[in-house]
Every structure is written in C-alpha cells, then in structure tokens.
C-alpha cells in the first residue's frame, strides 16, 4: 500500500535551516509528483512547491521562493525540503503528498512534520 | 492568487444528519482544457487530510456514497449526508486549476 513516512520532529534556532524527509513506498517514487505543504497551527494549508523525482524538475509558490529548496533521492525513494534562514513564521507543520499529474490532486499524504522554531 | 472561500466555518450537525459545504471562488476553476480542478479533503483531528472528492464530484476510492462534490465555474459544494462520528474533522476545497495551487480556509463539522 501507498505510504510516505515522514521525519521526525525538528527544534531549530532562529537564523538556521533544517531538512525534512518524506520516504515513500508502495508505489514508483519516480512516477508520481512530490509536494509540500504547510499547516501553521490552527491556519490553512499552503501550498509550497513540488518535485518530479522522475527528472529533478521543481516548482515553487513564488511566495516560497528562497524559503524552500525540494530534492529527491531515487535510490532511496525519498524526498527532501530543506527550509533555510528560519524564523517564527516557519514553525508549522510541514506535509508531503503526491500526485500523479499536474492538476490531480494530492492523493496519499505523509503524516506531518512538526517544525518549531525557538531560541 | 485564486482565493476559495469556505462557508460556513463551522457546522454543528446531529448523527444521521446531513451537512452542506461551500467553496467560493475568487475566479473561473474552469481550465482551458475544459476540466475543472476542485477536489475536496477531510482532515480528521491529529491526522493529515485526506482525500474525498476529485475534480469536483469524483469519489475517490474507498469514499462512500454518502458523500457528494457538485458545482461549476466559481461556485461548489460538498454535501455529507447521513453524517457519522468519523466524518467529524475540517473539511478543505483544494483548487489545481491556476498555479500557485490554492486552499480554502476550511470548515470545521462537529457533532451537535
């Protein structure tokens, strides 16, 4: 069955960056998009960009731009979203989900990330 | 940015009940293709959302029949009938139609 496991929760001081992972099985990680999402506690979902592990190809919110950098790793099945020069605005939590084609949705999500930026 | 608009914010329903969701759009989701990116999610309490509806009124699988997507152009609705204790949670619209992809600001449904 389809799974995208997630990393575990991050503590991160103001000022640094921090990598999330999201491995996924159950299916052809090279073949279906790999998106990010954020979740601020008790906000909305934003949407943050996505990866084609297929091709290394990405695609920003431009509101993300500089904030997020996706990669993805086919020999292990994983995707990764490194968030860079954190502030409290960053603390949320952080979901990966994929989809099959440009406009599908987002059908199998990973279980969240908690990011919690604090001095 | 395309803007989705969900009314109400919250819905108090009785088990056995049935509950209506609105997501309003800021724009047309009609793409030029001719098909319309509007899916609908349910995110339970402490979980991830999950998927319900596709492109407007296509279940997805496992969903049950008690659950419905209909609407066009900027204006769509999530209907839940027969409400039951697992459909409690914050329901989302998700727009794929105009990048950057969009959310609605979702609606929480609890028990009355």
């Known amino acids: 069955q389809v799974q995208l496991q997630q990393s575990g929760a991050e503590l991160v001081k103001p000022g640094s960056s921090v990598k999330i992972s999201c491995k996924a099985s159950g299916y052809t990680f090279t073949s279906y998009d790999m998106h990010w999402i954020k979740q601020q506690p008790g906000n909305g979902l934003e949407w943050i960009g996505w990866?084609?592990?297929?091709?290394?190809?990405?695609k920003y919110n431009q509101k993300f731009n500089g904030k997020a950098t996706l990669t993805a790793d086919k020999s292990s099945s994983t995707a990764y979203m490194q968030l860079s020069s954190l502030t409290s605005e960053d603390s949320a939590v952080y979901f990966c989900a994929r989809s099959i084609n440009y406009r599908d949705p987002f059908d199998y999500w990973g279980q969240g990330v908690m990011v919690t930026v604090s001095s | 940015d395309v803007v989705l608009t969900q009314t109400p914010v919250s819905l108090l329903i009785s088990l056995g009940g049935q509950a209506s969701i609105s997501c309003r759009s800021s724009q047309s989701l009609v793409h030029s293709n001719g098909n319309t990116y509007l899916h609908w999610y349910l995110q339970k309490p402490g979980q991830s959302p999950q998927l319900l509806i596709y492109q407007v009124s296509n279940r997805f699988s496992g969903i049950p029949d008690r659950f419905s997507g209909s609407g066009s152009g900027t204006d769509f609705t999530l209907k839940i009938s027969r409400v039951e204790p697992e459909d409690l949670g914050v329901y989302y619209c998700l727009q794929r139609t105009h990048n950057p992809w969009t959310f609605g600001g979702g609606t929480k449904l609890e028990l009355k």
């Open positions: 990866i084609y592990p297929g091709n290394g190809n990405t």
